[in-house]
């Protein structure tokens, strides 16, 4: 089978600057995100500016008390704001459908609402007339949002026929035969699901190749039952994105609650319980804790209770989480659409998903991949997870290295940005390396670093070319409290996050730089082309007693005496580390040029790390392989047993 995730994700990458507005943490920060000379970013998130306040907070101890919460909240936000991007339909829908669903000021909604779906008609047409191949006049965010809230309100309020001819004709526009464009997964999904929904709805519809409603169901439907194959066996492109896999979630939720075709409704169900299976391996008691493909800015890597984002917001919302999330930071131009249940047949999970993600009582370790290039490490403990991947995409000019975040680390905290992620400078456009332009901080990950987890160790080496531009290393350290004590020596830092211990060096010589006042944090660099790092982690239960700092001079003392980092191979043509962990472990790391194969360059205690070997899902109570027909899931004496050979689930208690 070819790799359409890994092909998707380079067109992702190659298409990049077509994505419009700003991406959705600077909403959940009440900032606006610094911008890069990459284009226009994307705004998918909250229909406010997300300021903390002690009112925004929300909480449930069930999901219809957390969809309740939120579902409140939304209706509460004003119809009107200055905020441009908030302006935009995709999000200026959302307080118009929340006001209508809990019936207040329907009036003022409808009128609203039928100002957004004319604004949308007539600037896709003024558009099209200035240019017809402008790829920016058709906005599967705004075809989504209007179809997906039409289908939650109809019921509940008597939608003017103007405004139902306003969104079938914005829907006639587009093209359906073929797929054209942007093919990002969560624009294939919500243009492709927003047009087969449309079609169902309106059997007079006709489209803009000519095509009528049964030729754009026939077309879409063959595009989104290739899509759901592809995700059940070998994973999404956008797989672990704190913004995208949620519009992802959304715009596959619109079918599985309202398709009228079984076959679609069907799979769309099947694949909302994979994705949020694949979630819950990588939940933590309100932290989504996972490597991902593309985490725009520094904010898309802090995700915590204080600003969710999209994919942690819809989590909570089915797995809940150890304390109240900020309602204004959950990404609510998506998240939204999962706060309501719009009848006796849509789309319900599995209880069984959530009590895989809400176990977290002891130790365990996940392992995932994604596509053939791609393999995941996630090691969880009740208080905190660190997440690791593993990739092979042979060459540096990879689109994968734009966006992704190879690495994370959070824990458990009453303060936000309880993360930490080793970075490295890297190119904003690694496909097109003549343009010799910088990415953001926080923003994408350097080609030539590989890592190698062994439990709650970390072990980072780098080779840069000389002809590369970009290789100094950095390490951000949260200043907003999440880390509680912050001690140095021998070139190891030291700190107490409350819930966890951890340890941090490099290879070579750092020295602490200029903080980032907007980010928020100190920041540590290394500046030498060949280089390595540490990241050691502990409950803080081992060293307890006598205070916060006593147990961090404990933990200290304890590194400092049993670990051991052999950098004396650094420096050869193919450079290699040797670590000997807290826990008493070895691990050998040798650094793999692009194109060349894996051939056991990773070892733990001797023995090579086979990632060839790794499944599509793999821990204690999830398995399937990867490609494979059956994922099986089991728990506390229930299972359930997917077939995506036949579509089928089969649950037992």
């Not at 339909?89 to 409808?110: Q, S």
């Not at 959070?410 to 309880?418: E, G, T």
């Not at 070319?465 to 020596?489: N, Q």
Request: aromatic share 10%; glycine share 8%; proline share 6%.
């Amino acid at each position: 089978m070819p790799d359409h995730s890994i092909r998707r994700r380079r067109c992702l990458c190659a298409f990049a600057t077509l994505i419009l507005g700003t991406i959705a943490w600077a909403g959940a920060l009440g900032q606006e995100p610094p911008k890069t000379s990459d284009g226009p970013q994307d705004q998918v998130g909250s229909a406010e500016s997300a300021v903390q306040t002690a009112s925004s907070y929300i909480d449930g101890t069930t999901p219809g008390e957390r969809k309740a919460a939120l579902l409140g909240y939304i209706a509460s936000l004003p119809l009107e704001t200055k905020d441009r991007h908030q302006a935009e339909a995709r999000n200026a829908m959302i307080p118009v459908a929340a006001r209508i669903l809990t019936g207040k000021e329907t009036a003022a909604a409808l009128e609203k609402w039928g100002k957004i779906a004319s604004s949308v008609l007539d600037g896709t047409k003024a558009m099209i007339a200035r240019n017809p191949k402008d790829g920016h006049a058709f906005n599967p965010f705004e075809k989504h949002a209007l179809i997906h809230c039409y289908m939650l309100c109809r019921d509940k309020v008597a939608v003017p026929q103007s405004i139902a001819d306003a969104m079938k004709s914005s829907v006639g526009l587009y093209h359906h035969r073929v797929w054209s464009g942007y093919g990002a997964d969560n624009y294939r999904l919500m243009g492709d699901g927003a047009g087969f929904i449309a079609a169902e709805q309106w059997p007079d519809l006709r489209d803009a190749d000519g095509l009528d409603a049964e030729g754009i169901k026939s077309a879409t439907k063959q595009r989104l039952l290739g899509y759901f194959k592809d995700y059940v066996h070998r994973n999404l492109s956008e797989y672990g994105a704190p913004t995208y896999l949620g519009v992802d979630l959304m715009a596959i939720k619109l079918l599985a609650d309202h398709a009228r075709d079984p076959e679609v409704k069907n799979r769309a169900s099947l694949v909302l319980d994979t994705i949020l299976l694949q979630i819950a391996c990588a939940w933590n008691q309100g932290y989504y804790v996972t490597p991902a493909s593309r985490a725009k800015y520094w904010g898309s890597s802090v995700t915590s209770p204080d600003s969710m984002d999209i994919t942690s917001s819809v989590a909570w919302l089915y797995f809940g989480g150890k304390r109240p999330v900020n309602a204004a930071g959950t990404g609510i131009g998506a998240t939204f659409f999962f706060t309501v249940d719009p009848g006796a047949d849509s789309y319900r999970m599995p209880e069984l998903i959530a009590e895989i993600a809400r176990d977290r009582s002891g130790s365990s370790l996940h392992r995932g991949s994604a596509g053939d290039s791609i393999r995941f490490t996630i090691h969880h403990t009740p208080f905190y997870s660190l997440a690791s991947q593993w990739e092979n995409f042979g060459s540096p000019t990879a689109g994968n290295y734009k966006e992704e975040r190879r690495t994370m680390f959070k824990w458990l905290s009453d303060k936000p940005d309880s993360t930490f992620v080793p970075l490295q400078e890297n190119m904003l456009r690694p496909y097109r390396p003549h343009d010799i332009v910088p990415n953001a901080f926080g923003y994408g990950e350097n080609p030539f670093t590989q890592v190698l987890q062994s439990e709650g160790t970390l072990l980072g080496i780098s080779s840069v070319p000389k002809d590369f531009p970009f290789w100094k290393s950095y390490a951000p350290f949260t200043r907003r409290g999440a880390i509680v004590k912050r001690l140095e020596k021998d070139g190891w830092v030291f700190c107490h996050g409350g819930s966890v211990l951890f340890a941090f060096r490099y290879a070579r010589p750092s020295a602490w730089g200029p903080p980032k006042q907007r980010e928020n944090c100190d920041v540590l660099w290394s500046e030498d082309r060949n280089n390595g790092w540490v990241l050691e982690t502990a409950a803080v239960s081992k060293y307890a007693g006598g205070g916060q700092e006593a147990e961090l001079q404990r933990f200290m003392e304890d590194v400092l005496n049993r670990t051991k980092l052999d950098v004396s191979m650094l420096d050869k043509s193919v450079p290699s580390l040797s670590y000997r962990s807290l826990g008493g472990r070895q691990l050998e790391l040798t650094y793999r040029p692009h194109g060349t194969p894996y051939s056991d360059q990773n070892r733990i205690d001797g023995h090579a790390v086979d990632y060839r070997s790794f499944p599509l899902l793999g821990n204690d109570w999830v398995n399937q392989t990867l490609g494979g027909d059956i994922l099986s899931a089991k728990h506390a004496g229930k299972s359930l047993v997917y077939d995506f050979n036949n579509w089928t689930r089969k649950e037992t208690r």
